[in-house]
Nanobody
Framework: QVQLVESGGGLVQAGGSLRLSCAAS????????MAWYRQPPGKQRELVAV???????NYTDSVKGRFAISRDGAKNTVRLQMNSLKPEDTAVYYC??????????????????WGQGTQVTVSS
C-alpha cells in the first residue's frame, strides 16, 4: 500500500510564508508526478502546482511568482513553499502523487494517491 502524509499547514498573516511537505511511503516502483491541490471553503478542489519526475513544473496563474514546488526524488517527497500569502489562499491543501506501485506487473500503469489534507489559513 502507498500512503501520502502531509505536514506544514497552519495559520499565518497575510504576506507571510508557509512550507508544506508531503512524503510518499510504501511499496513504490516509481513516482510519475507529484502535485498540490487546494479546496477553499465552499469551492471545488483545484490544482495549485505539479512537478513531474523530470522536474518540469506548472502552476495555476494565481500562485505564479509566489509559490514554488520542489521534489526530492530519492525520498519521494514534495514541498510547496508558499510566500506572500493572501487570504484567498486559505484552503485545505492536498498532496497527490501518481505512482507505479511496487510489484506492478505493468510498469507503465500508474495510480493516483491522495494525502489527508492540511489546513492553511491566511488572516488579513
Amino acid at each position: 500500500q502507498v500512503q501520502l502524509v502531509e505536514s506544514g499547514g497552519g495559520l499565518v498573516q497575510a504576506g507571510g510564508s508557509l512550507r508544506l511537505s508531503c512524503a510518499a511511503s510504501g511499496s513504490i516502483f516509481s513516482v510519475v508526478s507529484m502535485a498540490w491541490y487546494r479546496q477553499p471553503p465552499g469551492k471545488q478542489r483545484e490544482l495549485v502546482a505539479v512537478i513531474t519526475s523530470s522536474g518540469s513544473t506548472n502552476y495555476t496563474d494565481s500562485v505564479k511568482g509566489r509559490f514554488a514546488i520542489s521534489r526530492d526524488g530519492a525520498k519521494n517527497t514534495v514541498r510547496l513553499q508558499m510566500n506572500s500569502l493572501k487570504p484567498e489562499d486559505t484552503a485545505v491543501y492536498y498532496c497527490k502523487a501518481e505512482i507505479v506501485p511496487g510489484g506492478a506487473v505493468v510498469k507503465y500503469v500508474y495510480y493516483a494517491y491522495w494525502g489527508q489534507g492540511t489546513q492553511v489559513t491566511v488572516s488579513s
